[in-house]
C-alpha cells in the first residue's frame, strides 16, 4: 500500500491536470447514484498489489500537477487552458463517453457516434475546465488503494480546499494500452459516470439522442456565454 501522505507541495516545471471539492463537484457534477466504493482493504496477488500501486503513482502525480496549476498566476483563461489539458489527459474520455451512454451507444451509426463523442468532450473539458480555474485546492493526499473488479484500482484521497472541511475523492483508474486513466470519479461517494449514465437515459427517453446531443451543446453555449462576460 501506498503510505498516505499529508499534502504534496507542486512541482514547478509541471503543468496541466484534475479535481476538489463537494461544493464545486457537487454542481459540476450533478450530484446523484453512488460508486459503492467499500472502504475496508482487500487482499490482494503480487501482480496485481503492484498495478494498484502504479495506480496510486499515477493519481498521486495528478494531484502533484494539479497544486502546480494552483499555484501559478496568471488569468482564468490561462487556468481554463491548462485545466482542459488535465482532464483531456486524465480521463478517458472515450470510454466514459460509450459508458454513460449505456445501451443506447450500440444503436449508434457512423456519424452519431462521432457527433456524440465531439459533444460531450467539450461539454466535459470546457464545463469542468472552466469550475476548476475558480477553485482553490490546499492539499491532496492519499488515503487508500484497493482493487475494484479485475482491471480497476480504485485510489482513495482526501483532497483539502480554502474553505470548508477535507473531501473524500475516489478515482477509478483502468489501465489500458500500457497508459492509466481515470474512468471515474466519486465525491462523497458520488459517482460522475453514474449520474451522468442515469441523466443521459433520462434524456434520451424523452428525446432520442439527437435531444441529447442538443442539450450537451446548449450547455456548452451557456458555459461560453458566462465565460465572456
Not at 514547478?12 to 491536470?17: L, M, R, V
Amino acid at each position: 500500500m501506498i503510505r498516505p501522505h499529508r499534502s504534496m507541495k507542486p512541482s514547478a516545471a509541471q503543468s496541466g491536470y484534475m479535481m476538489r471539492r463537494r461544493g464545486f463537484l457537487g454542481a459540476a457534477f450533478a450530484a446523484g447514484a453512488g460508486l459503492l466504493l467499500a472502504s475496508s482493504p482487500v487482499m490482494v496477488a503480487p501482480a496485481q498489489a503492484a498495478d494498484e500501486q502504479a495506480a496510486g503513482r499515477y493519481i498521486d502525480e495528478m494531484g502533484r500537477l494539479l497544486l502546480s496549476i494552483q499555484s501559478q498566476p496568471g488569468t482564468i483563461s490561462q487556468r481554463e487552458a491548462q485545466y482542459r489539458q488535465f482532464l483531456g489527459q486524465g480521463l478517458d474520455l472515450n470510454f466514459i463517453a460509450r459508458f454513460v451512454l449505456g445501451r443506447s451507444y450500440r444503436d449508434l451509426n457512423p456519424d452519431q457516434a462521432s457527433e456524440y463523442h465531439d459533444a460531450f468532450n467539450e461539454f466535459v473539458l470546457r464545463t469542468y475546465a472552466r469550475r476548476l480555474a475558480g477553485f482553490q485546492v490546499r492539499g491532496f493526499a492519499i488515503t487508500g488503494l484497493r482493487a475494484a473488479g479485475d482491471a480497476d484500482t480504485v485510489v482513495s484521497t482526501r483532497i483539502d480546499v480554502a474553505s470548508g472541511q477535507p473531501v473524500q475523492c475516489d478515482w477509478r483508474v483502468r489501465e489500458t494500452n500500457q497508459r492509466f486513466a481515470v474512468i471515474d470519479l466519486a465525491l462523497e461517494g458520488v459517482s460522475m459516470s453514474l449520474t451522468q449514465r442515469n441523466e443521459f437515459a433520462s434524456l434520451i427517453n424523452s428525446n432520442g439522442v439527437a435531444g441529447l446531443i442538443a442539450v450537451l451543446r446548449a450547455r456548452v453555449d451557456r458555459e461560453t456565454i458566462s465565460a465572456a462576460r
